[in-house]
């Protein structure tokens, strides 16, 4: 993997030495070698169009057992560039609705992908900052009850659920701060 893959964070904080060998950014912990390899270059795949579609998918199979994907994507230079160019490429296809399957489960993996970054703390803020989620109103907005198109809104859905979900309990806990102080 090219070791100046990344160069700078988002934040403009450079890679720990031990790390940039892999383009692995400051605050992120190395776990199981061959994974991290592995994540590493498929995240560097997105950036590819030819290999992006494997890319997606793959990605989106490993997010719920890599805890450090979100920011391992929202810190990787085009990422979250390239799957908001998914999410974009199939407005044509929502009017008149032309969407198709393969279509829908590629965006949907990209929608999974951006899931994940608004689901962790570390990116939560920084997706939420980015007004992406102003990208999937489109999909809302869809009439088509074809398949591809339900699973577009649902996915779209999930993204915003996450958020809420989140903001709800932080929202809790606010309030159980607020609460104990005035005890």
């Not at 090219?2 to 605050?27: F, H, K, R």
């Not at 994974?35 to 498929?42: M, P, S, V």
Request: aromatic content about 6%; proline content about 8%.
């Amino acid at each position: 993997m090219n070791p100046n893959m990344l160069g700078m964070n988002a934040l403009g904080v450079g890679l720990l030495s031990s790390q940039s060998n892999l383009g692995i950014p400051s605050g992120i912990v190395p776990g199981d070698r061959q994974q991290d390899a592995q994540i590493w270059q498929l995240t560097q795949e997105l950036t590819i169009p030819d290999k992006r579609e494997t890319a997606l998918l793959e990605l989106s199979k490993k997010r719920e057992i890599v805890p450090d994907l979100a920011p391992i994507l929202w810190y990787s230079y085009g990422t979250i560039a390239c799957l908001l160019q998914e999410i974009v490429s199939i407005y044509p296809l929502l009017s008149p609705p032309k969407l198709k399957a393969p279509a829908s489960n590629r965006v949907c993996n990209a929608l999974a992908l951006l899931q994940c970054v608004a689901s962790h703390p570390e990116t939560r803020g920084l997706f939420l900052n980015a007004h992406i989620p102003l990208y999937l109103y489109p999909f809302l907005n869809t009439t088509s009850k074809t398949r591809p198109f339900e699973y577009l809104r649902l996915t779209s859905l999930g993204v915003i659920g996450a958020l809420v979900k989140v903001l709800f309990v932080l929202g809790q806990i606010q309030k159980k701060k607020r609460n104990d102080s005035s005890l």
